[in-house]
Structures are given as structure tokens and as C-alpha cells.
């Protein structure tokens, strides 16, 4: 049996790993459990995977969940806090750690697990974003293995040769196709993106997903991020990382080779195939989803991203071609706008402009210690809430 850690087990990727995990009772079991401060999500979960470990980020909370389990259900030992989610991100008897937490909160345990030697399958794409160089020597210090969950990597994952090692020249890749669905707002007017409301921009046409991830969809900063985590991922420069819009969602990405060959990996847009994946690899292992009805499909479409409607991407190249501390400072500020923009204090459009505005604001060094870009996140957090203040 493998034992599994789902670090933000209540989010939308916890609940769909949760999901596979359950399909395959004879192969793996729910070592712990993890949220931020959704008490009831999290308990209702303890009820059915009987976990030995719970954790919530959030102390108060931990202290109800443990209040609510007492009289009820089964032994559950919870822990609080940072400690509480690193700790179970290393348990010796874990094999295998689900880093779904959301923004750079997630860093550190996903951290943990890979001190830890762990499969690490990565969902949290913002802890590459802020610490890539930091993260991807860790893994390889410690032997631990990444499983890319992210849809697109995944594809590209998939697409590239087995014994792949970092280096695109080495095996023949030319370029790595990330394709984008350009989220709800690629045909609406220019004039209106102003206006438009949060839940509009959480209104995904292929993806159910969480709020913040569904915002930078909409914004086309997720696809950026995107990019940044190819980078560390595959060893591939920015310019080999080219971004394809194509609103059915069906491919997930592609890979291009010298000789001309294009390899993609499609699927109906459902998280659990990803996970599948990774739990499964080498192996392949049922998801609970559909095959992919080509019939139905019928046709695919491609577009280039529009800069224009799309600022955040063109930042978040100009982030990953800085270096250094700049796609820490720019995921940070974009953390701060979009839970502003969640909470009807910015409109749509001033997320971009927060976005840039930060990234003007403070200096970019050379990405020279953890603790040093942990600073950045922060700085750029205080620059990017005052900025949030002045346009509210
Ligand atoms: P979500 O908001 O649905 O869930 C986030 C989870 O993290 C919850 O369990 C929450 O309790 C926990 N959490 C939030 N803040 C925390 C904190 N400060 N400390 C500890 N735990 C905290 O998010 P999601 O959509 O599941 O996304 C999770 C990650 O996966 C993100 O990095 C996202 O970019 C990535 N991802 C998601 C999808 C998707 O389809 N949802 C696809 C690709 C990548
Ligand atoms: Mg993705």
C-alpha cells in the first residue's frame, strides 16, 4: 500500500485526487489530510478516508476539528500550522504527496516532501514560480521524483521520452506547445473587461477549478505562470515555450521535435486524468473519466494569445526573462490583486496594472537564497496592497 499525503485536500485538486485515491482502495491509502480553515470540508473528508493525520493551516480551526471529531468517527490526530503541514508532507510511512495548496502559501510543505525524497505530485505551480531554481536543486539533492499535475505539463510530460532529463537539445525538442483555452473573456469588448464582475471571471468555459486559479485564467496570468513552471520543469528557455490558444480545451499540450513531429496528449478537460497519471506512473491507472468523444468534438481550434487583451502574460515573460527574484515579486502582487479583485475592491483590468506596478516598484536581484525570495513575496505583497489602496 502507498501512502499519500493530499496537502489542501478541500480544494478543487484535492477533492478530484481524493477521488481517484478512491477508486483504488488495494493500492493506496489517505496517510493525511490537509486545508487551510474549511472545518466542515475537511471533516466530512476525515469521515470517509479515515486519515491518521489532520491539519488545518489555521490554528483556530484545527482547535473545532478537533472538537468535532472527538465525540464522532475515527481517531484522527490534528495538527496545526506551518508545522503541522510540513510535518505531514515528510512522514516516513508517505510515499506520495499531493502539493495542492493554492499560491505561495504551498511552497514549504511542497518543500518539505521534496527534503523528504518523496513523489511529489505538483499542482501548486506557484511554488516553482517563486523558488524554481531553489525547488528543482532540491529534487535533485534529494531524490526526490516530480509528477507534473498542472494539465499542460502533464501533457508535455507525457509527450516527451522517458528517460528525459531536463535538457530540450539533448532529445530532439524543438519547442513546447502550452495550449490555453483564452478563459471566459477572449471575445468579450475590450471596453467592458473593466467591468466585468468576479463571478463572470470564474465562470470557466471547459474548467471547474478554484477561485484564485479560475481568475488567472481569465486573465491569462495562469498561462504565464504556466510558462515559468515549463521553464523549471523541462530545463527550456522562455523562447522555446510558445502559448497556444485553443478554447476546446481538448489538447492539453504539445511537443514539437526537430524532425518536424508534433506529439500532444488530449482528454476531456477533467483534472483526474493528470492525477491518474501521476499516481499511476509508469503505470496507467482508471481516472473516472470518459474517453474522449472525437465525433463530438468535432473540430479544434488554434488562435495566438492577444498581449493586448492579455497583459499579465506579456509581465510574466518579461518576470521569467529578468530572472532572479522578478516571478516571485510578479506572483506575489498577483495574489494580492486577484484576492482584491475577488473581494469587489479592484476592478478586472487593475490586476494587470498591480501586476506591472509592483514589478516597477521593486528592484530585481539575483535569486540568491530561499529566505531572501521569501523577503521578495513579502515586499511585494505591502508594494502591491498599497497599490490595491490607492486604486480602490
Ligand atoms: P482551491 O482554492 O480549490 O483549493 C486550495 C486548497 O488549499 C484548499 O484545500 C485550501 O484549504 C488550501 N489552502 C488555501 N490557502 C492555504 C494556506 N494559506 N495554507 C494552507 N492551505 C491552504 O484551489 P485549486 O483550484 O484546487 O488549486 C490548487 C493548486 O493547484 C493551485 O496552485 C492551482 O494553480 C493548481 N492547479 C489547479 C487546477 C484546477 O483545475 N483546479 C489545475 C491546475 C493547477
Ligand atoms: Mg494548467
Not at 91 to 105: D, H, K
Not at 159 to 175: E, I, K, N, S
Not at 342 to 354: C, D, E, P, S
Request: proline fraction near 6%.
Amino acid at each position: 500500500m502507498i501512502g499519500v499525503t493530499v496537502l489542501g485536500s478541500t480544494g478543487s485538486i484535492g477533492v478530484s485526487t481524493l477521488d481517484v485515491l478512491g477508486r483504488h482502495p488495494e493500492q493506496f491509502r489517505v496517510v493525511a489530510l490537509t486545508a487551510n480553515r474549511d472545518v466542515q470540508g475537511l471533516f466530512r473528508q476525515c469521515l470517509e478516508f479515515a486519515p491518521e493525520y489532520a491539519v488545518m493551516a489555521d490554528p483556530l480551526a484545527a482547535g473545532e476539528l478537533e472538537a468535532l471529531l472527538k465525540g464522532q468517527g475515527p481517531r484522527v490526530e490534528v495538527l496545526a500550522g506551518a508545522e503541522g503541514l510540513n510535518y505531514v508532507a515528510a512522514l516516513p510511512e508517505v510515499r506520495y504527496v499531493m502539493a495542492a495548496i493554492v499560491g505561495a502559501a504551498g511552497l514549504l510543505p511542497a518543500l518539505a516532501a521534496v527534503r523528504a525524497g518523496k513523489r511529489v505530485l505538483l499542482a501548486n505551480k506557484e511554488a516553482l514560480v517563486v523558488a524554481g531554481a531553489f525547488f528543482m536543486e532540491a529534487v535533485a539533492d534529494h531524490g526526490a521524483e516530480i509528477l507534473p499535475i498542472d494539465s499542460e505539463h502533464n501533457a508535455v510530460f507525457q509527450c516527451l521520452p522517458r528517460d528525459y532529463q531536463g535538457d530540450p537539445a539533448h532529445h530532439g525538442v524543438r519547442r513546447i506547445l502550452l495550449t490555453a483555452s483564452g478563459g471566459p473573456f477572449r471575445r468579450t469588448p475590450l471596453e467592458e473587461l473593466a467591468r466585468v464582475t468576479p463571478a463572470q471571471a470564474c465562470a470557466h468555459p471547459n474548467w471547474e477549478m478554484g477561485r484564485k486559479i479560475s481568475v488567472d485564467s481569465a486573465t491569462m496570468m495562469n498561462k504565464g505562470l504556466e510558462v515559468v513552471e515549463a521553464c523549471w520543469l523541462f530545463g527550456a528557455r522562455p523562447d522555446q515555450v510558445q502559448v497556444v490558444v485553443h478554447p476546446q480545451s481538448v489538447i492539453h499540450s504539445l511537443v514539437e521535435y526537430v524532425d518536424g513531429s508534433l506529439l500532444a496528449q488530449l482528454g476531456n478537460p477533467d483534472m483526474r486524468t493528470p492525477i491518474a497519471h501521476a499516481l499511476g506512473w509508469p503505470e496507467r491507472i482508471a481516472s473516472g473519466v470518459e474517453g474522449l468523444d472525437l465525433f463530438q468534438v468535432a473540430r479544434l481550434d488554434f488562435e495566438p494569445p492577444d498581449l493586448e487583451r492579455f497583459p499579465c502574460l506579456a509581465l510574466a515573460y518579461r518576470a521569467i526573462e529578468a530572472g532572479g527574484t522578478a516571478p516571485a515579486i510578479l506572483n506575489a502582487a498577483n495574489e494580492v490583486a486577484v484576492e482584491a479583485f475577488l473581494a469587489g475592491r479592484i476592478g478586472f483590468t487593475a490586476i494587470a496594472q498591480v501586476n506591472a506596478a509592483t514589478l516597477d516598484a521593486l528592484p530585481v536581484q539575483p535569486a540568491e537564497s530561499l529566505e531572501q525570495l521569501l523577503e521578495c513575496d513579502r515586499q511585494a505583497r505591502e508594494v502591491a496592497l498599497h497599490l490595491v489602496a490607492d486604486s480602490g
